[in-house]
């Protein structure tokens, strides 16, 4: 059964960076989807970038793109998102995904969760 598990969330404030790690076990690393979506208080969840992790091909929201980093370790099975330039509405539950066949901008789509990490920017 594929475990993932959030690192590295917290507080920060606004123009500052975090880092968040998703470590990942009971899977196929090399032959998947990888992601990040979010989600804050009464709002859907949404995505907010995702990875082939055999491959270059990967996707950020408009949202986030220019500011956060998706990238992967594939011998440490680690997924990792790094944030830049933090604003307030980047607050939410950050959690990571995996999809056994293609990438998808629907989180309905998407196969394991991780439990999330709280990302505050205040």
């Known amino acids: 059964q594929v475990q993932l598990v959030e690192s590295g969330g917290g507080l920060v404030q606004p123009g500052g960076s975090l880092r968040l790690s998703c470590a990942a076990s009971?899977?196929?690393?090399?032959?998947?989807?990888l992601g990040w979506f979010r989600q804050a208080p009464g709002k859907e969840r949404e995505v907010v970038a995702h990875?082939?992790?055999?491959?270059?091909?990967?996707f950020y929201a408009v949202a986030v793109k220019g500011r956060f980093i998706i990238s992967s370790d594939d011998a440490a099975n680690t997924l990792y998102l790094q944030m830049n330039s933090l604003k307030p509405e980047d607050t939410s539950v950050y959690y990571c995904?995996?999809?056994?066949?293609?990438?998808?901008?629907?989180?309905?789509?998407?196969?394991?969760w991780g439990q999330g990490t709280q990302v505050t920017v205040s």
């Open positions: 995904a995996a999809r056994w066949s293609r990438c998808s901008s629907n989180w309905r789509d998407w196969d394991d």
């Open positions: 009971g899977y196929n690393y090399d032959r998947n989807c």
């Open positions: 990875l082939y992790v055999r491959g270059d091909e990967t």
